[in-house]
């Protein structure tokens, strides 16, 4: 393999290669590619971890899987499949959840390197604790559409993945989007992926009952093509059939909060309802969502039959298309209970649900072997973060790198040994089982907590310890605003200090408990009324200035542009790969930063037209990172 070929790698980077063992959590995307990779660069003693089996959806862009292995275990078939490219390998495949107990320190110990390939807050923060545990190198990775972004995490060294706070995550389980949709979204998801059943590329099967997913016979395309896509068929067979199906499989509403609801049957045989006088900005009734479903099955129907290969692309734009999900969506959140939401904001938030992109993924498992490469020659200052973008910069390139590696949030809960958090609730409410899996579990991704009070073990982890308190309110529980208490996980080897403050929940809309790093947050919390949380924006423009502070010194305009123009150098060098290769720079500013580093002429001497040509050019490649970095995915 390309290790072992003379004049690619010098001789004791080849047997780091052979000789590192690896662990590479999750086989989806991302993983599927890194796998490809690893073995095809050497790497001889892998393991690979992923706690799910191969759907449909999967086999556009998870190369390792073919339509045989739907239904199996991902890791074992990436497993199998990859060892086709070289029988050599030493891989040994897990079919489990990184974050059980049975994967804990001894498991983690015996990796060089750990490589996440993950498509979940959760899971990542976990994994991060893990390594920073066990001090072991960890690359995270993720993509969203065309965008995407390789970290290098090294406790002491680099930020971690907690040590700044992330975005919610957008993506959704397809099993909430299937069969137990909660808010808005998950319906207008769903109703998306029933127009690719019917007339676009066949994604995620969402309709019809689960006996016969596999069955193509019964595939909601045929199923539809047979009927002759009769609107009012399809309709039947969607919003009711479907639906007694689903409350039929008892095991899946048991214990849930979330049941679909049957409609009247007499809407079925309703009159047509006029609903073309509504605006796009009001809300439509059920009755005429009903009516606006029936009237645009037809259309589009006509439309895909002359289409190139029967295959649709669903289109924000074009009304039918549109009015196809509006109304699908409604439709559905009757069944479910949600709120209804407006031709507009469906429009909106249809029109932001971001495919995965095969090539995307390509280009990031690329970018964490040569990552990878540079760990295990100990160079860790070549591992700053890599962004990709979705659009060129003005170099033309799409793979843009921080100017430098980020160093460590001292004020970070997870990585500082000062973990200390604010944590604030109505203490009459509240209760202890809230604390565990909302607070604890939910918010601060422990696995398995454990809380004392003064030496009184309030949370255990472990059952035969007996402590139960956890129908009991925190007052009940014996805590006063005020109390500190440590929350710790012995698994992810993360302890933490929370001090709780009472405090009454005056409205319904207020949070039921909020979560601050330190006090200072707490009183601006207070000061602006609870209007806390920090929009996504806030929250990068806080990374980003971070960023910029640990390079810019105080030597005056000069230094602070040449160092801009280093990054830029940088950038556009993006040549790495070669390690040193000459770069194709050659321009003007170039020249002058090679000259004063080379110590030719001194900072002093540049003129002010130069010095502003050099800032100007540093000025577009800070912006070409902060682009790249607003779009940083989680
Ligand atoms: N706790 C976990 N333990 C093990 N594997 C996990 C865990 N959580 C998620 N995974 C796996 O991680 C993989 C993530 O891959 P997935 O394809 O969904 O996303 P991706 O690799 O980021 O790329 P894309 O979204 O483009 O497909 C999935 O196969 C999933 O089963
Ligand atoms: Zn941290």
Redesign the pocket.
């Known amino acids: 393999m390309a290790a072992t070929i003379a004049g690619v790698f010098n001789p004791e980077l080849q047997n780091l290669i052979k000789e590192s063992k690896i662990l590479l959590?999750?086989?989806?995307?991302?993983?599927?590619e890194v796998l490809k990779n690893l073995v095809l660069t050497g790497f001889s003693e892998l393991e690979v971890?992923?706690?799910?089996t191969i759907e449909v959806s999967?086999l556009n862009?998870?190369f390792l899987f073919s339509k045989e292995s739907v239904g199996k275990a991902?890791s074992h078939v990436a497993k199998t499949s990859v060892l086709k490219f070289n029988p050599n390998v030493n891989i040994m495949s897990h079919f489990?959840?990184?974050?059980d107990t049975k994967y804990g320190v001894a498991f983690f110990n015996k990796f060089k390197l750990v490589i996440n390939?993950?498509?979940?807050k959760?899971?990542r923060s976990?994994v991060n604790r893990m390594c920073l545990s066990c001090q072991i190198p960890l690359i995270e990775?993720?993509?969203?559409g065309y965008n995407g972004q390789v970290e290098f995490i090294k406790k002491g060294v680099t930020i971690c993945y907690e040590c700044n706070t992330r975005a919610e995550p957008r993506?959704y389980p397809m099993c909430t989007i299937r069969n137990t949709p909660k808010e808005p979204i998950h319906c207008i998801i769903w109703a998306k992926f029933l127009f690719n059943q019917l007339f676009g590329e066949i994604d995620e099967i969402v309709s019809f009952d689960e006996e016969n997913i596999e069955s193509e016979k019964l595939s909601a395309r045929n199923w539809a093509i047979q009927n002759d896509y009769n609107p009012k068929k399809l309709f039947k067979k969607v919003f009711f059939d479907d639906i007694k199906a689903l409350m039929n499989m008892k095991d899946l509403y048991a214990d849930k909060k979330i049941k679909p609801v049957l409609l009247d049957e007499s809407l079925l045989d309703q009159e047509h309802v006029k609903y073309s006088d509504v605006l796009d900005s009001e809300m439509l009734t059920l009755e005429q969502n009903i009516s606006m479903f029936l009237d645009c099955v037809t259309p589009i129907k006509e439309q895909w039959e002359i289409s190139t290969n029967k295959c649709l692309v669903w289109d924000k734009d074009d009304d039918m298309m549109m009015n196809f999900v509006v109304s699908c969506s409604n439709l559905r959140s009757a069944l479910f209970n949600i709120p209804f939401k407006t031709h507009f904001d469906i429009k909106s938030m249809a029109g932001n649900i971001i495919p995965?992109?095969?090539t995307?993924?390509a280009m990031i498992a690329g970018q964490i072997v040569i990552h990878a490469l540079r760990i295990l020659r100990g160079k860790f200052e070549k591992c700053q973060n890599v962004f990709l973008r979705s659009m060129p910069n003005h170099k033309g390139g799409v793979l843009v790198k921080d100017r430098c590696l980020q160093p460590p949030n001292p004020k970070c809960n997870v990585c500082s040994s000062k973990g200390e958090i604010i944590f604030t609730t109505d203490m009459n409410n509240f209760t202890v089982r809230q604390l565990e899996e909302l607070v604890l579990k939910k918010k601060l991704n422990m696995v398995a907590p454990d809380v004392t009070m003064l030496d009184r073990v309030i949370i255990s982890s472990d059952e035969t310890d007996g402590v139960d308190m956890y129908d009991m309110t925190l007052s009940e529980a014996g805590m006063t605003s005020g109390c500190s208490f440590d929350a710790e996980d012995d698994h992810q080897n993360f302890r933490v200090k929370i001090i709780a403050f009472d405090k009454e929940k005056s409205r319904d809309e207020d949070p039921d408990f909020e979560i601050f790093n330190n006090k200072n947050d707490l009183h601006t919390a207070n000061e602006q009324n609870n209007k806390t949380k920090p929009d996504e924006d806030d929250e990068d423009d806080c990374f980003i200035d971070q960023a910029e502070s640990t390079v810019c010194d105080n030597n005056g305009d000069t230094r602070e542009a040449v160092n801009h123009l280093m990054v830029d150098k940088e950038e556009i060098g993006y040549e790495e790969v070669t390690e040193g290769g000459a770069e194709e720079i050659g321009n003007e500013e170039e020249e002058i930063t090679e000259k004063i580093s080379n110590e030719e002429i001194d900072a002093e001497e540049i003129s002010n037209e130069e010095k502003l040509a050099i800032k100007r050019k540093a000025d577009e490649a800070i912006e070409d990172i902060n682009d790249a970095k607003k779009s940083r995915v989680d």
């Not at 959590?25 to 599927?32: F, N, P």
């Not at 971890?49 to 799910?52: F, R």
């Not at 390939?117 to 979940?120: G, I, T």
Request: net charge negative; charged share 20%.
């Open positions: 959590v999750g086989a989806g995307g991302i993983g599927c971890i992923d706690l799910d999967n862009r998870q991902k489990g959840d990184i974050m390939a993950l498509d979940n959760k899971a976990h990775s993720g993509t969203m993506t995965a992109i095969a995307a993924n």
